[in-house]
């Protein structure tokens, strides 16, 4: 299990420029890179980790043609480096300036913000979105024609935490399937459980005297009801 107040297992595998082509073999075999996943890193390159291959190498289990790599010193794994926050590249949308937006009376950001009900709530309130997190495409799409795609980014895991801004209240509807009593209960033993544990991070990085979460009310007793502890 990752920490959980550093967020999901991310990284990236580090290599000079001669080692690359071996490198980013080894992890294509086994898809544990992202899309794009290449990049400089001063005057080296950087592979960014999915992170199930974040996790894999964390536990000791990467992949034998990796892992020789990894003994041998041509490439090392760097812990927490993130790919750097993915804008949204769909058709820009420019939203109506609401007279409210010039003086809120708080700022909140949205993390797994679907198409934006979080949104349409506390805007009513007075309330100003500096930051939203969507990784699904055509969530994206809606979110950005109904409230333009300023402040919309792609994967949150892909953000840099000195990159999420301070804000006033921080939502999330974050994955429910890993907690529902439906499914298998793997909770943070499920990659998408251990999304839980950006909303930490974000919490930490933009320090919100409040925060709304949308769940299955079986997230409660998980663990016996203690998992919260730490």
């Known amino acids: 299990m990752c920490s959980p107040h550093d967020g999901c297992p991310v990284g990236a595998l580090v290599c000079n420029s001669a080692d690359l ?41 990467a ?12 490439v090392e794994f760097v ?5 750097g926050t993915q804008r949204y590249r769909g058709v820009a949308q420019a939203a109506a300036l609401r007279p409210e937006e010039l003086d809120p009376k708080f700022t909140f950001i949205e993390l797994f913000a679907g198409i934006g009900g979080f949104r349409r709530g506390l805007e009513v309130l007075g309330g100003k ?15 950005s024609l109904n409230f333009g795609s300023e402040h919309l980014v792609g994967d949150i895991t892909a953000t840099p935490s000195e990159e999420i801004p301070r804000h006033d209240i921080l939502t999330a509807g974050f994955p429910c399937q890993p907690f529902t009593r439906r499914g298998e209960q793997g909770a943070f033993e499920d990659p998408r459980g251990e999304l839980f544990f950006e909303i930490l991070r974000a919490l930490k ?26």
């Open 21 to 61: 082509n071996r490198v980013f073999e080894a992890v294509r075999q086994h898809s544990l890179a992202r899309q794009k996943a290449v990049k400089p890193h001063g005057s080296r390159k950087a592979i960014h980790l999915t992170s199930d291959g974040a996790a894999l190498i964390l536990a000791g289990k």
């Open 205 to 230: 990085a933009g320090k919100p005297a409040a925060f709304l979460l949308e769940n299955v009310w079986n997230l409660l007793y998980i663990d016996g009801g203690h998992w919260d502890q730490d």
């Open 129 to 143: 979105c500096i930051f939203a997190s969507e990784v699904d495409p055509e969530c994206q799409e809606t979110y």
């Open 63 to 74: 992949p034998r043609e990796l892992q020789d790599l990894l003994d041998v010193g041509c």
């Open 79 to 83: 812990s927490g480096l993130r790919f």
